[in-house]
């Protein structure tokens, strides 16, 4: 029984493949684990070996999905390199043909709501965290957590002067994350975090014109003089790109630097 893989071994930028990298370095690890205990999987009275079709997604993804649900017809795809692919390929290709979709590094809550054909089971399991539940966490680590930190370091200011800044990717996975916290904290605070004083939305690309807009970002951020930023990720270019920068104008200022906080992964190659 051959599974099809789709991660990003060979991705441009160096710590998306990382993640590639080790994705399929834990997934030939669970394919030794499953034939070292069974050997084998039963399929009816028959036995059959498992095996893992390696495929990058980095740069050319429906042709790789092809590749796995039309030429080799694999029962199941686990991958990939971003929500964006998980959504337009379960519903443009997988779905129809039966294939088991595991996202296994793909938070976007756009995942949860991926049409199924009526009457047939989910066929869409992931292994990594719900973008909403991760804001759902957030909103409540915000005031409770957070928010002293900052009183610890400004203890001359009005906690209801604290200003919050979230800066994600603009992609579709960013966007979503934004949509979860923001509603997350409508919720739970109605009203606490309301306003362009006291909470604001950022964004940053990776794009040709990348260099020019995330200047624009950084000095937003500056002007917006936060206590508290919020990370989606920690990647080089964020590290490099937004937070190095922003934080030598902040010195320049003789502004005392923002609390950064990252609810996902530390893990960064900056």
Not at 76 to 91: D, Q, R
Request: with cysteine; charged share 25%.
């Amino acid at each position: 029984i051959w599974i099809g893989t789709m991660f990003h071994e060979d991705h441009a930028d160096a710590y998306m493949a990382s993640f590639g990298r080790s994705s399929h370095l834990a997934a030939r690890l669970a394919l030794r684990e499953i034939t070292g205990s069974a050997g084998v999987i039963k399929r009816g009275e028959r036995a059959h070996r498992l095996g893992i079709v390696a495929c990058s997604d980095a740069k050319e993804p429906a042709e790789a999905a092809r590749h796995l649900a039309e030429e080799l017809q694999v029962p199941a795809v686990i991958g990939f390199a971003s929500s964006k692919s998980v959504v337009e390929l379960s519903s443009s290709l997988f779905l129809e043909r039966d294939v088991l979709v595991v996202p296994a590094l793909n938070s976007s809550a756009l995942i949860r709501d991926i049409p199924h054909p009526e009457g047939s089971p989910r066929m869409v399991w992931r292994t990594a965290v719900n973008t909403e539940s991760r804001a759902e966490a957030l909103a409540r680590l915000l005031p409770d957590a957070l928010e002293p930190l900052v009183k610890k370091a400004h203890p001359k200011l009005d906690p209801k002067d604290y200003g919050v800044a979230l800066l994600t990717r603009q992609s579709s996975a960013g966007m979503a994350f934004s949509a979860g916290l923001g509603a997350a904290l409508r919720d739970k605070h109605p009203g606490r975090y309301e306003g362009a004083k006291r909470y604001r939305e950022f964004r940053f690309v990776e794009e040709k014109e990348g260099i020019v807009r995330n200047d624009l970002t950084v000095a937003d951020l500056v002007d917006f003089e936060p206590e508290v930023i919020i990370l989606q990720d920690v990647e080089d270019l964020v590290i490099r790109g937004i937070v190095a920068p922003m934080e030598d104008r902040c010195d320049e200022r003789a502004k005392s630097r923002p609390l950064h906080f990252v609810p996902g992964s530390l893990v960064a190659g900056a």
